[in-house]
Structures are given as C-alpha cells and as structure tokens.
C-alpha cells in the first residue's frame, strides 16, 4: 500500500507481541511498582520540603532584615513613630518575631519618652510662627510629663528618704545587675575605727598565755559598731581609746607627710581620720603600730603574771617577751591597704527588674554586669541634688572614652534642680560577659560592703578587688574596673539615676 505522499506503508507495520513479550511487560510494571515508586514519592517529598525550607529561611531573613530596619530608623525620627505600614508588618511579625517585635517596641516607647523629655526642654525656643494656643498646650503637656517623670525618678521630696528609680535602663534579661562604687565619710571613720581595735585586739591576744594577761578592757565580738559614739567608747574603754589615738596620729600623721602638709595637732581623732587616706594598714605603718601598742602596754604596766613567784619575775624580760611578740603578729600577717571605697550591687531577680531606691551618695563610678555579650548604642543619665555647674560623668570602656552632653530639666515636685545626660546615638560597644562576680552568692554585695569588709569577707577578695600602685609607689587594693563603666565627678553626695540605656 502506498501513501499519499509515495512510500510504503508496510514496511513501518508494528511487529506482532507474543505472550512472552507481554508476560516480561508486566513483570517490570510490577517491578517498578513495589520498588521505584515509594523511593521517588520519597525524593518528591524531600524536594518539596527543602523548596519550603528554603522559602522559610528566605522569608526570615526578609522579615528579619524589616525589623532591624524599623529598629534603626523609626525610633530615631524627629518625633519617634512608626508609619501605618511599620505597624501593620509589626503585628504580622509577632506572630512568628514576638521576641524582636517586643524588644523594637521597648526601644520606641524609651526613644518616645526621651522626646518629651526633650521636648519640655526646648518648649521656650519653639518657632513663634507657630500658634501660641498649640505652643501652650505642649508647653503643659511637656511639663506635666517631665514633672511626673523627675517625680517618679527622684520621688515627690514629701520624705528624707528620697531615692531614685531606673525608667528605661539595663534589665535582668541581659544583665546580672549593676555595681555602683561610692565613698562615705562618716562609714569610713567607723570602718577604720573597727579596724584599728581588731588589729590591737589580735595583737594583744598573740601574746597572752596561761600566765601572762594582758589587762586592757575591750569590745567583745558582738560589739555594735554601726551605732558608735566616741566619747562613750572612750569612758567605756579609756586604754583601748588612748590606744587607738595613738595609733590614728602614726597613719595619720604618715599620709599627711606623704603629700608634703604638716599634720594639724589640734584636729580631733575624727577629724584626722577623715585625712587618712586608705583603710588598713602597708607593712612599714604596722612597725610602727606594733611599737605605739607594745609600749603602751609596757609604760602602763598593763599586764598580770600568773606565777606563784610573781613579785620575783623579771618585769624586763616580761616587757620584752610582750614587746617581741607583738612585733612578731604584725610581721607574720601581710597587712595591705585599700581605697576608702565601698562598693553595692544591684542584681536583678527577674528579666524586668532595673536599679531601683538608689540614695544619694559620693558615687565614683558605676559598672555594668551584663550576663550575655551586648552591645550598647546610647546612654542617658540624670543627675540631681548636687552642684550640678561643676558636675560631670562619662563612660569609659578601657582606653575608649565616651563623653555625655548636658541639659538642664525642669518640673520636679520638689523644685529641685535635675540635668539630663545624653550620649550620642548610635554607639558600638560591645561588652563581653561580667566575671568579677560570685554566681553562687549574687546578693553578697547587696547591702554594700567596704573594700575592707571585701578583703576580709567569705568570699575571696580577689573576685572583685585588684592590686594597684598609688602616687608614692605603693601596693594598694582597689576595685576591679574591667567592662563598661560610669565615672561620676562631683562634689560631694548627689542622686543618679540610668534614665535609658539602649543595647542589644
């Protein structure tokens, strides 16, 4: 048969199948249905998951790379916001960012409160074009906020107890706390005081046997130091207190010449305490200690002999056996000074809580403990109830110095003069994990210790005190000043408060 267009139609005629053919057929159908097709309906669902995978991983990071742009740019508007569409995607975010969705809501209510704050600050420079009525409804609506925020800080002045609270600063959640740093004069005297009849007491009983007593009356262990009274001390133990002058004039008069002044004679033990530079003693003070307490006891014929031969025992050797003795606690103990610091934690129980009840105090510094690595982009501080002309404070991270400019807020309840310090925005400092801390015992600082309760404390000083040299070439210890820290300069007791801290 031919086709249409020429050629042979037989030759393409299919080739008869005979029943073989068609029984090997249905072998591989069968063949490949029991082993090929669940391994490729596998394979199908293993691209299938990875494409939604993928899709995931890519939606993510366009979610992600959303956020940290509405983080860096909403909150930093002129008036912080965020646009209709910012919130729309907030909310669709939440669902699956809560974490990060949260955290940019945080930073916009702080950054929103900063501008009020601001805001009433500026209020009396606003443009005149503008209209007086809606220049004075933000005047008041400013005040009103900044009043109840400097109110809420600082407290309303109805009480001597006044203290002050965090608004938008660190948080449990990345920190342990915050350690603040602090000298208080009136502490310092009772510091050294108990210090100084621990030291005589220590000596005295180094030397006393069975028959020798040394009789000098003394406070017993349960003594209360923190309700001290001088002269009543003095009537109670009129030899302790002899001793103790002496002993203050020794160091006294050593820290005076140690700066080139002549010592003031006239000055009362109190008064030459307060010029005492460091608590403790170094190891040329104790020579001399050892001699003002030894001859004391000897001049004074203030020891007893237990002896059946008492009035025949040499009273010589006997001075010379107290004499030698003493001399010889001062020298197998290693005394060391340290800096008249007293140093308060403030640790945080849940990922909510900040600095809270901060008094007014000489502070020196305040470090922050973060629990994970951070990274901080601005600081702010206000600062109150100080001469607040010579005032200042500045953030320090090793050599990296961070310097604050100032403004002056107004509308506290109790009239009392406050400044707001401010960073620049947009910082990078990054700050590693807090170490000079005792996880097993946070709270060990909490109700603020001396550096020389620190020293002779439980718990090894070394977690938080270091050896350092001062201005004459001396080993002291000083507080550990690793991380991120706040130095203060003023001139004498006043409130902080760390208004916000942004980091993350």
């Known amino acids: 048969m031919s086709g249409r267009f020429g050629g042979d139609y037989d030759q393409y005629d299919d080739e008869e199948l005979d029943d073989d053919d068609l029984d090997n057929l249905e072998d591989d159908d069968e063949e490949f249905d029991e082993d090929d097709a669940e391994e490729l309906e596998e394979e199908i669902e293993e691209e299938i998951k990875q494409e939604k995978a993928k899709k995931k991983r890519a939606d993510n990071r366009a979610i992600e790379n959303r956020l940290k742009k509405i983080r860096a740019t909403a909150p930093y508007r002129f008036h912080p916001h965020f646009t209709i569409r910012e919130r729309v995607f907030l909310n669709k975010a939440r669902k699956t960012h809560s974490r990060q969705v949260a955290s940019i809501e945080r930073l916009m209510r702080r950054r929103q409160e900063v501008f009020r704050i601001k805001s009433a600050s500026a209020g009396s420079s606003l443009p005149l074009v ?16 900044v009043g109840s925020i400097l109110s809420f800080l600082f407290g309303d002045g109805s ?48 030397v006393e046997t069975e028959s020798l007593d040394i009789t000098i009356d003394l406070p017993q262990e349960d003594f209360d130091y923190s309700s001290f009274d001088l002269e009543t001390f003095a009537s109670s133990y009129p030899n302790a207190y002899q001793i103790l002058i002496d002993m203050v004039d020794v160091v006294y008069s050593r820290d005076i010449e140690s700066i080139g002044e ?20 170094n190891a040329d003070l104790a020579i001399e200690v050892s001699t003002v307490i030894s001859s004391y006891i000897n001049d004074q014929d203030l020891y007893t002999l237990q002896s059946s031969e008492e009035e025949s025992e040499d009273t010589t050797a006997v001075e010379q056996q107290i004499t030698d003795g003493i001399s010889l606690y001062f020298t197998e103990n290693n005394f060391v000074r340290l800096e008249k610091y007293f140093i308060k934690d403030y640790i945080f129980e849940s990922a909510e809580d900040m600095m809270e009840n901060i008094e007014a105090e000489d502070y020196i510094a305040m470090i922050f403990m973060p629990k994970n690595q951070v990274q901080f982009s601005s600081f702010s501080f206000i600062a109150s109830q100080t001469n607040l002309d010579t005032f200042n404070l500045y953030v320090q991270q090793g050599n990296e110095i961070i310097n604050f400019t100032s403004e002056q807020l107004t509308g506290a309840e109790d009239g009392a003069e406050s400044n707001l310090y401010s960073s620049e925005d947009n910082l990078n400092l990054t700050a590693q994990v807090y170490e000079n801390i005792s996880l097993d015992n946070m709270s060990y600082l909490s109700t603020g210790m001396s550096l020389l309760d620190i020293l002779n404390g439980e718990i090894d000083y070394l977690t938080y005190l270091k050896s350092a040299t001062n201005q004459e070439e001396e080993e002291i210890l000083t507080f550990k000043d690793d991380g991120v820290i706040t130095y203060f300069e003023a001139e004498d007791d006043f409130i902080f408060v760390e208004f916000e801290t942004i980091w993350n």
């Not at 503008?130 to 906020?145: E, T, Y």
């Not at 920190?175 to 009772?190: L, S």
């Open 262 to 281: 002549i010592g003031n004679d006239e000055l009362t033990v109190l008064e030459k305490i307060d010029e005492i530079k460091y608590f403790g003693l």
């Open 130 to 145: 503008l209209i007086f009525g809606l220049i004075l409804i933000l005047i008041i609506f400013a005040i009103a906020i």
């Open 159 to 206: 009480t001597d107890n006044n203290t002050a609270s965090s608004q938008f600063g660190v948080n449990g959640e990345d920190f342990y706390g915050t350690r603040v740093i602090y000298t208080d004069a009136e502490k310092a005297q009772i510091e050294i005081i108990e210090n100084y009849i621990d030291i005589l007491q220590n000596s005295i009983e180094s």
